[in-house]
């Protein structure tokens, strides 16, 4: 069992930055590969970004926010960031780290066994 919490949502300009902070209560380091997704109001929820369990391979959503979102861990804390730059009106949403007992990550948020309660980010224009 492994328990989450997002940290570092807010409200910010177009064109500004947040870092958002995932706190696991247990190791993840070689146990479970991190991802990120977010949920707008009236949408279904969709992948962001994640990491493998090594930390060594990440993958970030393409078009939407490759290029600005960086995922990165400190396995010494057992947290997990994302950085998000150049935030545009329509990242405006729920984030949600997540947790998945394998190596790899993935994009489909069905295969992610332990979720967060969720942050929220606004971006105004």
């Known amino acids: 069992q492994v328990q989450l919490v997002e940290s570092g949502g807010g409200l910010v300009q177009a064109g500004g930055s947040l870092r958002l902070s995932c706190k696991a209560s247990?190791?993840?380091?070689?146990?479970?590969?991190m991802g990120w997704f977010r949920q707008a109001p009236g949408k279904e929820r969709e992948f962001v970004a994640a990491i493998s369990c090594s930390g060594v391979i990440t993958r970030s959503a393409e078009d939407s926010v490759k290029g600005r979102f960086t995922n990165s861990t400190d396995y010494a804390k057992n947290t997990v960031y994302l950085q998000m730059n150049s935030l545009k009106p329509e990242d405006t949403a729920v984030y949600y780290c997540a947790a998945r007992g394998a190596t790899m990550s993935s994009v489909l948020s069905w295969e992610y066994n332990y979720w967060g309660q969720g942050t929220q980010v606004t971006v105004s224009s």
């Open positions: 247990a190791r993840t380091f070689g146990k479970y590969a």
